[in-house]
């Protein structure tokens, strides 16, 4: 039995966490779940995340933070940032740096799991979402 690939959700908004727990569940990912950035890199799950999907905004830590710091750390783990205000300068940087897709919330369940099929298969290229 092929065990499902685990996709870790960072974002200090628990309803929005438990919300991206129980669709991606019913998608057949594993999922964990973090209100923060620091939790997140404090966790054991770290190695495991096949796909991180982090919001931009948070407060000690951004999504952006979080992203560059995995980056500079050696973690190649596919990242997919949401945000509420979306920000030309962070698109452009997060496009940059690899990000696998930027998408704005409310999120469209579908362009969500392409980006995390996407994500999770490797090998694709980064995209942003208007």
Known sequence: MVEPS????????????????RLLKSHG????VFPSAGEFLASS???ATACLVTDVHMPAMT?????????ATGHGI??????AHAEEGVRQRMSSLGAECYLHKP?????LMDCLRRAVAGGCKPRVVP
């Not at 959700?9 to 966490?17: I, K, N, T």
């Not at 990912?29 to 964990?32: C, K, L, P, R, W």
């Not at 952006?64 to 710091?69: A, F, I, K, T, W």
């Open 6 to 21: 685990l996709v870790s959700v960072v974002d200090d908004d628990e309803a929005f966490r438990d919300s991206m727990r």
């Open 29 to 32: 990912y594993a999922v964990a």
């Open 45 to 47: 799950l770290l190695p």
């Open 63 to 71: 999504g952006v933070e979080l992203c560059e710091y995995l980056i």
């Open 78 to 83: 596919p990242t997919i940032l949401i945000t």
């Open 107 to 111: 999120l469209d369940e579908a362009v």
